[in-house]
């Protein structure tokens, strides 16, 4: 087998967009996953292109994928089955409904699509929703794919540019420029990037990358009962590192009809089993925002784990002491709307090219002096 440019291990939404774009880019990519492409987390996940603000980095990282998703979907809409339904993040009270302007002026400050709407304005713009919430941030641009078609699409893409698959193979080792399939067989190439989600710590010890569990069910069809995704502005307020229970009301219009409905955030849960406790307390918190939700029928209800780290920022970037690996993982709950930022960034630096935004809130090395 002629020796790769790249090697990439893992085909989520974000290993694949990545090996499309080092392929695009000119590197030779083989693309190697142990399941089929996007059926890691990918698979699990809610498929939410959002804006989200917490650091100004995270902003950054955002804006830069957003733009590249809007040229994908420019082409592969349906295939991605997107909708752009944008975000209404409800505020319940005076309080949030502070924080919610604040974030519409962040966005707005960015040229992003961000306004701030009365609670009468909201009874108008979604019927579903309770009477008497304070009021909302309407994000218009925000909208909805389906990341694991997404991530099928990109690694047809890397084929149709020369690329290499090779899936249902698992890699059991990684060295600096070459890893080892669990057959024992070994591939060297000019760099390895480590994109295998919540299991990157597996194959590299040293970049700490944990499990954040959260829950999701779905509806039967309900269609044009709702037209934005409704997210609680209680929404991601878990401490990096605890290990209590957050949860808020997350809710999707699924491009079917149907509503997914999340979510919450947990860890130190080692298994992806549904504790049907904590899908009730996911259930009533979304309840309490769309009370017809109480008569819809749940056909069905699943688990995923975010790829988390303790600072929660991703992980982009070369290994702190491997030079020729590089690693792309630890997207917690954005690696849908991140995943082509992430391989811009990616790119840039492995082709030394001026970066996109700032890489340094993302490197390994800041994982240099954590004990393994
Ligand atoms: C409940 C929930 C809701 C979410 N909602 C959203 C949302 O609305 N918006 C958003 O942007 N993000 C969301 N996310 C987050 C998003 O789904 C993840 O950040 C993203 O899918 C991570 O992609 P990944 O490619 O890093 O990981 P994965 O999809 O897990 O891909 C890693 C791949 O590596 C492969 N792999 C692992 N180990 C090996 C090995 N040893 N050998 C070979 N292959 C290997 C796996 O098979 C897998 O395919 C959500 C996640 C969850 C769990």
């Not at 000119?26 to 959002?50: E, F, K, Q, S």
């Not at 002491?321 to 690696?335: C, P």
């Amino acid at each position: 087998m002629k020796r790769p440019d790249v090697i990439v291990v893992g085909a989520g939404i974000v290993g694949a967009a990545c090996a499309a774009e080092l392929q695009a880019l000119g590197r030779d990519v083989l693309l190697i996953d142990r399941n089929t492409p996007g059926g890691g987390v990918t698979a699990a996940g809610m498929g939410h292109l959002v804006v989200l603000d917490e650091t100004d980095d995270e902003l950054d990282l955002c804006l830069l994928s957003l733009a590249r998703w809007d040229d994908y979907l420019s082409t592969r809409a349906d295939i991605a089955e997107h909708v752009r339904c944008g975000t209404l993040w409800v505020a319940e009270d005076e309080a949030q409904l502070a924080h919610a302007r604040a974030r519409a002026e962040r966005l707005a400050r960015r040229g992003w699509d961000a306004a701030g709407v009365s609670g009468d304005e909201l009874a108008r713009m979604e019927p579903a929703l309770r009477a008497g919430l304070a009021g909302a941030v309407r994000v218009a641009r925000d909208g909805v794919v389906y990341p694991p078609a997404v991530a099928r699409d990109l690694a047809g893409t890397l084929v149709a540019l020369g690329g290499r698959t090779r899936f249902g193979t698992a890699v059991a080792r990684v060295d600096d420029g070459a890893i080892t399939l669990a057959s024992g067989e070994r591939i060297d190439a000019g760099d390895v990037v480590v994109a295998a989600g919540p299991a990157v710590t597996r194959l590299l010890p040293d970049i700490p990358v944990f499990p954040r569990k959260g829950h999701l069910a779905i509806t039967a069809r309900y269609p044009n009962r709702l037209s934005h995704q409704v997210v609680s502005m209680a929404y991601g307020q878990t401490e990096a590192g605890s290990d209590a229970l957050a949860v808020a009301a997350n809710v999707q219009p699924r491009i079917t009809g149907q509503w997914l409905i999340g979510s919450c955030r947990q860890d130190g849960i080692p298994h992806a089993d549904v504790d049907p406790r904590v899908l009730a307390r996911v259930l009533r918190a979304a309840i309490a925002l769309l009370p017809c939700l109480a008569d819809m029928k749940i056909i069905r209800s699943w688990t995923g784990m975010r790829p988390a780290t303790y600072d929660g920022r991703p992980v982009i970037g070369q290994h702190p002491t491997l030079a020729r690996i590089w690693v792309a993982a630890g997207h917690e709950g954005l690696g849908v709307t991140t995943a082509f930022g992430t391989a811009q960034l990616l790119a840039d630096l492995m082709l030394d090219r001026r970066p996109s935004i700032d890489p340094a809130p993302y490197s390994p090395m800041r994982f240099a002096h954590v004990p393994a």
